[in-house]
T-cell receptor, first 115, second 114 residues
Framework: AQTVTQSQPEMSVQEAETVTLSCTYD???????LFWYKQPPSRQMILVIR??????QNATENRFSVNFQKAAKSFSLKISDSQLGDTAMYFC????????????FGKGTHLIIQP | DTEVTQTPKHLVMGMTNKKSLKCEQH?????MYWYKQKAKKPPELMFV???????INESVPSRFSPECPNSSLLNLHLHALQPEDSALYLC?????????????FGSGTRLTVV
């Protein structure tokens, strides 16, 4: 079984600053996918960024980028030029590449962007 | 169509009621999931259906009964629930061998048991 650990329950930064959310995971699988989901107060789960474990290149989506360290089993999310609309719960999630097992989520980080 | 639609959005039910949650997708995904999420907690996997067959049941109490009538539809039948079952219930879908693009979530049903 895999585990996902997010060690920062809450973070607060000023608007326009850069913030990094940490995530570590543990698995014995070699084929898997990692995700960051955002959940605003509406509680809709919104996919922020995804990473295939077999790709060494870090994924980037506009202001969002990841630092994927496979050997260290680390998958951090960097948000550049943070905006008020980035305020939300952020969940790191692990998905097996072998079949439909569902996603395993970390406990989440509540990110607050201050004006 | 790239959406997962859940109905109803809100539901209040008594402990003796029977109700059902519905989830629908038309993306051709052959795996569908139910998650339960309490406030300020991560989603917890309840059930997985793959090709309309129940493949994972995470030791969920029998008062929750899932059903997958066809490849587009997933139901969760509720009976004799307890107040602690109040939560957000999320449905998701994916291809049977999920890729990094595969997991799509609905907006959830907020259930309150009184």
């Amino acid at each position: 079984a895999q585990t996902v650990t997010q060690s920062q329950p809450e973070m607060s930064v000023q608007e326009a600053e850069t913030v990094t959310l940490s995530c570590t995971y543990d698995t014995s699988e070699n084929n898997y996918y990692l995700f960051w989901y955002k959940q605003p107060p509406s509680r809709q789960m919104i996919l922020v960024i995804r990473q295939e474990a077999y790709k060494q290149q870090n994924a980037t989506e506009n202001r969002f980028s990841v630092n994927f360290q496979k050997a260290a089993k680390s998958f951090s999310l960097k948000i550049s030029d943070s905006q008020l609309g980035d305020t939300a719960m952020y969940f790191c999630a692990f998905g097996s590449g072998g079949g439909a097992d569902g996603l395993t989520f970390g406990k989440g980080t509540h990110l607050i962007i201050q004006p | 169509d790239t959406e997962v639609t859940q109905t109803p959005k809100h539901l209040v039910m008594g402990m003796t009621n029977k109700k059902s949650l519905k989830c629908e997708q038309h993306m051709g995904h052959r795996a569908m999931y139910w998650y339960k999420q309490k406030a300020k907690k991560p989603p917890e996997l309840m059930f997985v259906y793959s090709y309309e067959k129940l493949s994972i049941n995470e030791s969920v109490p029998s008062r929750f009964s899932p059903e997958c009538p066809n490849s587009s539809l997933l139901n969760l039948h509720l009976h004799a629930l307890q107040p602690e079952d109040s939560a957000l219930y999320l449905c998701a879908s994916s291809p049977p061998r999920p890729t990094s693009y595969g997991y799509t979530f609905g907006s959830g049903t907020r259930l309150t048991v009184v």
